[in-house]
């Protein structure tokens, strides 16, 4: 199992990781998207006119009337001092083809005291000049410009959401692998040879919290992938888990988080969006639906005035959201909204601030414990005087000359001791080196170097028929 996963992890690794680089960079980039847009395109936001600021819905009418084609569905309510205004527009139906109208912009800017048109553009158009690098950057991050077709403009959002979701199972998977394998015989080197290993769970987990410099490029890069990995563990999960919610609100989270939280209820759950090319029609009027919003909204203690508004073909849902000023930018998850049907008349919330918990958190969006490390296990003198045991320390096996060796005592002999004691390791080594005759290592039984009782290994390269590891001995 740990070998498929450890194949699962790479190659979803190696599939998400290009998505990721890019979302990752401009998503840092449009941390600051707003004050990076001004600062490129000073002739777009800076407002030349000084003086009280005209009805907003004048503005509206004014952005119609100059293209007949088009139709505004956003502006604002409250305008910053010395920024022009930003309508956003889309093209109405054309009568003779059934289609919309191709216009090649969906923001106007506009100056908010004169009135005056200062410029226009297409946001998210897939270009670098300083007009809408901002934009393609901010679309690329949740969309990667994925277009739309038939009929559903979707198809970027949801193709970023699955990278999210296998992000996500990928972060558990990694922290997984991290995890010590379990081993029947875990066994460590040490002065004496190969013993069993008694480092608990947490101390054979800890390396993969550390970082070994000085090692191969191999294990460094290793250790760095591992390191970070579980370190920025939480963050990255949250980074994932977020992604999810953001691009698969209604299909995935809402759900999800329904089964064991109370969510209050979205008006977009009621109104099954429409193709792009059927927009739905509204029998009320701007000035009727921002009326009815801003009243329901003081019926509910709001204090905050009303600072955009907004209508969404596809749904046919009138929005208006309330904040106070200043807080325009930065506060969207947050932001308290009221809907209306455009058709019926009929006001909805979707998550305002404050509300049920799980909604709440749907708006919004110790490294282990590890002992102190033992003997380092690094190789002393060949024979030491005396050895750790259990008990404090012993005499080394090779201070005793009369003790039998480990097979003997334990093969149910006559009890005789042996004529001569056992050869040490380092002595048939270098006996070895000095041309000695190869059947001094036959005809001596050598402790197996697992130093388990009973256990003994009768050459080179196997143990003893009673080892339990014969024929598998990690040495």
């Known amino acids: 199992m740990r070998k498929a996963l450890g194949l699962l992890h790479r190659w979803a690794g190696l599939f998400i990781a290009v998505f990721l680089t890019l979302?990752?960079?401009?998503?840092?980039?449009?941390?600051?998207?707003h004050e990076l847009d001004e600062w490129l395109n000073p002739h777009l936001f800076d407002a030349k006119s000084e003086g009280a600021a005209r009805e907003p819905l004048s503005l509206v009418r004014s952005v119609e009337a100059a293209d007949p084609r088009v139709v505004v569905t956003y502006f604002p309510l409250q305008f910053e001092a010395g920024h022009n205004a930003v309508i956003g527009v889309e093209g109405r139906i054309d009568p003779k083809t059934g289609e919309p109208f191709d216009i090649d912009y969906n923001q106007v800017f506009v100056d908010p005291v004169s009135g005056e048109h200062v410029g226009k553009r297409f946001w998210g158009?897939?270009?670098?000049?300083?007009?809408?690098?901002?934009?393609f950057l901010y679309k690329l991050h949740y969309s990667m410009h994925i277009p739309d077709f038939g009929g559903i403009d979707r198809w970027g959002y949801w193709f970023m959401g699955i990278i999210a979701i296998v992000w996500t199972i990928d972060c558990f998977v990694g922290f997984y692998l991290t995890l010590p394998s379990r081993r029947t015989l875990p066994v460590q080197e040490t002065a004496y040879g190969m013993t069993p290993s008694r480092r608990t769970w947490w101390e054979r987990w800890k390396p993969a919290w550390r970082i070994k410099f000085g090692s191969s490029s191999y294990r460094l890069n290793v250790d760095l992938h591992r390191a970070f990995g579980l370190w920025l563990w939480l963050i990255l999960f949250i980074v994932a888990f977020s992604s999810i919610s953001m691009n698969l609100a209604d299909i995935v989270v809402r759900p999800l988080l329904s089964t064991f939280a109370t969510l209050t209820p979205d008006a977009?759950?009621?109104?099954?969006?429409?193709?792009?090319?059927?927009?739905?029609?509204?029998?009320?009027?701007?000035?009727?639906?921002?009326?009815?919003?801003?009243?329901?909204?003081?019926?509910?203690?709001?204090?905050?005035?009303?600072?955009?508004?907004?209508?969404g073909r596809l749904h046919g849902l009138y929005g208006v959201v309330f904040y106070n000023p200043g807080e325009e930018h930065g506060s969207y998850g947050m932001t308290k909204?009221?809907?209306?049907?455009?058709?019926?008349?009929?006001?909805?919330?979707?998550?305002?601030?404050?509300?049920?918990?799980?909604?709440?958190?749907?708006?919004?969006?110790?490294?282990?414990?590890?002992?102190?490390?033992?003997?380092?296990?690094?190789?002393?003198?060949?024979?030491?005087?005396?050895?750790?045991?259990?008990t404090g320390s012993r005499p080394c096996r090779a201070a005793r000359p009369g003790r039998r060796p480990a097979?003997?005592?334990?093969?149910?002999?006559?009890?005789?001791?042996?004529?001569?004691?056992?050869?040490?390791?380092?002595?048939?080594?270098?006996?070895?080196?000095?041309?000695?005759?190869?059947r001094a290592v036959r005809q001596v039984s050598l402790p197996c170097r697992c130093r388990r009782p009973g256990w003994s290994r009768s050459g080179r390269s196997s143990c003893g028929a009673s080892c339990p590891l014969a024929g598998r001995c990690p040495l």
């Open 23 to 33: 979302s990752g960079i401009s998503g840092a980039i449009i941390s600051w998207d």
């Open 125 to 135: 158009k897939i270009s670098l000049s300083s007009e809408d690098v901002l934009p």
């Open 268 to 311: 977009f759950d009621d109104h099954t969006p429409l193709d792009q090319t059927k927009p739905v029609e509204p029998v009320l009027s701007w000035e009727q639906s921002i009326d009815s919003l801003s009243t329901a909204a003081k019926s509910r203690g709001w204090t905050e005035p009303a600072g955009e508004a907004f209508y």
């Open 407 to 438: 097979s003997s005592r334990h093969a149910g002999d006559s009890g005789r001791r042996p004529s001569r004691s056992p050869r040490t390791r380092s002595e048939v080594s270098r006996r070895r080196r000095q041309g000695s005759p190869s």
């Open 337 to 390: 909204m009221l809907f209306l049907d455009g058709r019926s008349g009929e006001a909805a919330t979707r998550c305002p601030a404050g509300s049920a918990s799980g909604a709440h958190w749907h708006t919004g969006r110790s490294p282990g414990r590890s002992s102190a490390a033992g003997p380092t296990g690094s190789r002393g003198p060949e024979c030491p005087d005396r050895r750790p045991s259990r």
